[in-house]
């Protein structure tokens, strides 16, 4: 049965309308400046034609993995929940996680506001969970975001949540055919970004990897380094790593073009292609196209 599935990753909504100093401490400020000022990387007034894109694809499923946000403040919440209102209609078929930026305050990760905000899009607001989508395919969420005294842009996955994980893929009989993990944080990285990652990676990174390597063949969608790729890693595999990049970024190198992935699943074959905006009309990349069981040593890879 084909199933076509929607990853994006990364809108990153911002807004000024904040007063950093009423709203924060010393402490946080100096990061929360910091984001703003990246922020304008991440043009809004591109989301309205992303989003239209993917409405007029009417695809099957929509995973969204993590960075919604840029400081995780009540209005970016709001906004995010705004500009994506056309395609968060059916929350069947829509599915979220959350970044690292969602969680960039203390109060936003302890008060849970992703959740409040987006935990329709989830089956359970406890990580790990498998959410089947149809007979055959399923998504395992991930949640290796942290608050660790000071905003961090990497991640963990606690120990008690790579153990559930474990648990619930020890039986290979128990998981969808065609398994999609999705976690923000990529474990594996074209050459081109294996510096970028090493500076915001899962700082227990080997255990995840470990624990991949023994699920069987995967689909792995992620995002954080912002890049569209589509590799199978050799240090794990039996994956096939996706990475949507962000649907709005603006790359000074011009090397990284904004977009989405478009990935269709039929029978046991995946095909993958970019959605590309050039700055004048949207591209669509072929990145790759394969059988879900093939292997590192099978494969070419395409970075966009
Ligand atoms: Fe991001
Ligand atoms: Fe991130």
Redesign the pocket.
């Known amino acids: 049965m084909a199933l076509r599935l929607i990853h994006l990753s990364?809108i990153h909504v911002w807004r000024y309308t904040w007063n950093a100093r009423r709203l924060f401490g010393l402490r946080i400020l100096g990061v929360m400046e910091l984001l703003m000022g990246r922020a304008r990387r991440f043009p809004m007034d591109r989301l309205d034609a992303v989003v239209d894109r993917v409405r007029s694809l009417d695809p099957d499923h929509i995973l969204i993995t993590?960075?919604l946000t840029t400081t995780a403040l009540p209005s970016e919440f709001q906004q995010a929940r705004r500009l994506l209102a056309p395609i968060l209609g059916d929350r069947e078929r829509v599915t979220m996680i959350p970044?690292?930026?969602d969680r960039t305050t203390r109060r936003s990760y302890f008060t849970r506001r992703f959740e409040a905000a987006f935990g329709e899009f989830m089956p359970s607001t406890t990580f790990p969970w498998i959410r089947r989508l149809d007979d055959e395919t399923g998504i395992l969420g991930m949640d290796a975001t942290r608050w660790h005294w000071h905003f961090s842009?990497r991640g963990y996955l606690p120990e008690g949540q790579l153990a559930a994980a474990r648990a619930l893929t020890a039986d290979p009989a128990n998981l969808p055919r065609r398994l999609i993990v999705a976690c923000?944080y990529p474990v594996a990285a074209p050459p081109l970004y294996r510096v970028e990652l090493a500076l915001k990676r899962l700082e227990n990174e080997q255990a995840v990897r470990d624990w991949l390597k023994t699920i069987g063949p995967h689909l792995y969608c992620c995002?954080?380094v912002h890049a569209a790729w589509a590799i199978r890693p050799e240090e794990i595999p039996n994956q096939l790593c996706l990475n949507s990049g962000s649907p709005t970024m603006i790359d000074p190198t011009g090397l990284r073009l904004p977009g989405f992935l478009e990935i269709l699943l039929d029978d046991d074959r995946v095909a993958v292609s970019h959605h590309a905006w050039t700055g004048a009309d949207w591209k669509v990349v072929p990145m790759i196209e394969d059988s879900l069981t093939a292997t590192a040593s099978d494969l070419p890879s395409f970075t966009a």
């Open positions: 990364d993590g960075d970044g690292n930026h842009p923000h995002g954080h």
